[in-house]
């Protein structure tokens, strides 16, 4: 016996926003979609910089999303994880933002490979703000090679 399920669904349970384009593409290729976050992102309010780092490092969009009402100079260059990441600190302002590219997905610690070639720790301390909960502690890995972090 044949069982043939007329539609297949999929939950998706990431929190980054938006997601109406990654439910819109499965959407289009027959699935019911559902999404429900596991877990919700809450940025906590950015303070005034007291000094001029080299550089931003995001790890994420939350990240820029976090700064988006922050008085930080919008010409600290900004290191990306991914180019989603690019665009949301471009669109909030940021103007120098770049990220490693990294196939076949970012990563952070490609990211940290690439902020040590592109970076010295001498010219000054980097900011990069991370969650409770991290995959890999970007802030603990650019201090082991040799880099201020705040």
Request: net charge positive.
């Amino acid at each position: 016996m044949r069982i043939t399920l007329e539609k297949s669904g999929l939950l998706i349970t990431n929190s980054r926003p938006p997601m109406r384009y990654e439910i819109m593409k499965w959407q289009s290729k027959g699935f019911n979609v559902y999404y429900e976050p596991l877990l919700a992102i809450v940025s906590l309010p950015v303070e005034s910089l007291k000094c001029t780092p080299q550089a931003i490092v995001l790890t994420s969009m939350n990240g820029a999303i976090s700064l988006q009402d922050s008085d930080w100079d919008r010409r600290i260059p900004v290191y990306c994880i991914g180019s989603a990441t690019v665009a949301a600190a471009k669109a909030y302002g940021f103007k120098d933002c770049t990220s490693p590219n990294s196939k076949p997905y970012p990563s952070a610690i490609n990211l940290v490979y690439w902020i040590k070639q592109n970076l010295n720790p001498s010219d000054g301390a980097i900011i990069h703000g991370g969650g409770e909960q991290l995959r890999h502690d970007v802030a603990e890995m650019l201090n082991n090679k040799g880099f201020e972090t705040l």
